[in-house]
DNA sequence: GCATTTAGTTTTCAATCTGAACTATATGCG
DNA sequence: CGCATATAGTTCAGATTGAAAACTAAATGC
């Protein structure tokens, strides 16, 4: 598995090869990792600046290793100094680190209808964001990629004019992916199919290279790490797109499951008896809680999906009984969804996504009340959230994934390594 | 978190404290551990003992290194020369290596109608198993643990006798436990709850402990080491007790949850419109799969379980209809359990324990026809297994679970560790 | 009996961290 | 101002470790 693959992939390494062997120099690059985690972890105040004494204590190397792995990462332009931090007290003041705001990732997002593309500086601020209304369901996947391209161009331009150095990205693409190939197995509402993405000419310069993930994957994540993610460590996230997809993370990782597809949610089983599914079952989510459902259960016309959605949310706020009594039911099933996960894999919060995040205060209350009749307990009120961050989640995952696999390969960029 | 519970516990952490400094002599743990797994899966052809020339072409490593390295592990008597293998070819025959087989580990098992010990040499080969009946719901902790003292001390006997010395133990409990402190929250078939368990007293000589764990899980874990694991990687267990338990293996090891809890089947929502639980739930799997749920289909009269079990045994060899038809209904539920299941995990293969075992013939069908109505081409008919190992799972998973974790420490019994 | 082959050991060397000594630079007090 | 003190950061010797290569050991085969 290629290192830039680390954090979306972490389950799915089936096992094939025993790891290298150890020799010395592998304690550094653990260490180079830790020095620069225990950075990254330090940046919660943006105040504080660690010194490199600070840093010794932190992650108990000595001050002379510090020294050195920090003069190797200062080197490799990810750690930066920036002038002398004096705390009052007596004694040499210390010089503060920080990572180095001018090297960023690019995170990437190709849905139904937009793409956009966004630039994360290393210490995780979304610097540059730009989407582009774009329909591309049945388009031909050159020509998206072509407009993606002209968009992360543009990105590319404006980082390079601020003198920011593009280390890698991360694209995000609402269907079932193969990151290691670059390949699109299948992505229904694009009408994608097997599709292998030229991904090495979106960021031709980056040391990292461009990294394909899940949409929904990548939109949990984007929760985890920029929006809810601070307060919960595990949880379901479940994210209303066409289907209803989502990702599972857990102990602030994402997990992937063995074959690097978990999180499809929507094609749980909720009611046995239920309608047949496009997946060929029975009483899946997706036939409660999919768009279609929703939309047909609250009456709304044929139409273009934003239409109808934001008819759906103009018949909310005026409490029309057929658009909430349909939320409602979805939100019902997604706590039997929820309760299942929560018992099985003994989670402790949800969040709600994708358009989920419009219906919330119909949905959410729904889903509390379903989880309080199916599952008593196990999940409290309060740990069931909407998005924070709404339809940039998934860029957002997209790139802290790529920022992640950067900050866990610090070697890649030091002569050493 | 103690080494001793690494097995178990892996996806437990928590991650309260930041991983310790990489020193030097970091390297030497890691390849001890190299060395020693690399020996382990060499194991599989009981004829071939691998060499220290073998091991280092294996792991990567010199062969200065492993000469060392085997040094060490001879020293701590983990490994055990034995005699020179030639391989008919020319040059120097090798010496043989093998896990030492005057060292192993006890598994141990409290569960309503019985209590077991047995004794794991660090091959792997059960050296000694015994069981004895014991009527143990409703019993004080401290006598069914000064019964199972009782038997340990036996089995510590007859290794002694032959010259084995005993590393460590595992426990397993057919309840929820907290590995850590040892205590037992709540098993309700024994009618224990909040109880801490003198696990130090079983083994009081054992270098790695006692440590305890769930039963089901245990049983998935004896499971993947030595029944199905040997095909399946990543799978649901799915295990028939009075309740309905469970494990979800994951690549090879046992998915614990973040609080070290997962895999509590028995209580996924199977049925929206389903008779309350005892959970407070509606619709559990147990409701339809559990003991006294199948039983009352059946219409097998009120008595002990074991008695009610046999009785169902003969039922369903004669082709009673009530009782055939009560196991295709759970057979049926369990399925859509397992679907769900698969869908969210991207598991595909599930294996069936406890009780099912005997139902076989008569649930494993139902299993397999559910799974294809309602995740179809997910689990293939063949991945649908009954457990190989039955009563004795638990155990032998409590014992490999200890096995493991010496394997993975063996620098706690190094001059060096 | 000697070349050849493979197993395992010994020796030398480079990488790396630790710990202690040392230098650099601030504060505070007389 | 000058000096004690405190903290930051660097330099250097020492210990541990694995790699690489030379070397010894023990077999086969002609």
Redesign the interface.
Known sequence: MKAAEMSLEK?A???AG???????E???R??LV?VL??LAEARTDPDVRPTRADLAA????TKASVSSLVADLVDAGLVAESGTTRDGERGRPGVGLELNSRRGVVGMEINVDYISAGLLDLGGTLRIHRTLESGNRGQPPEAVMALLAGLVSEVAAEASAAGTVILGGGLAVPGLVDSASGTVASAPNLHWRGVALQLDRLLPDAPFGTVLHNEANCAALGELWYGHGLDF??YLFVSGEVGVG?G?V???EL???????????G??????SGPECS?????CLETYAGQEAIFSEAGIPPGSPSVRLAMLGEQLASGEAAAVSAVARAGR?LG??A???A??????AVVLGGHFTQMGPWIAPAVVRSLA?????VVSPSRVAVSELGQSAAMQGAAGSSLRSVLAAPFRLTPSG
């Open positions: 389950n390494d089936g096992g025993r790891p290298a062997p150890g020799r010395v592998d304690v550094r653990g260490n830790r985690a225990s932190r992650t108990g190397l460590h595990d989502g599972l857990i102990g602030s997990f992937a499951g063995p074959l690097g597809q978990a999180g499809e949610v094609h749980m089983v909720v009611e046995p997946c060929g079952g029975h009483g099933y039997i969804a309760a299942s996960t018992r099985l894999m003994n989670l402790s009749d199916y599952a008593p307990g």
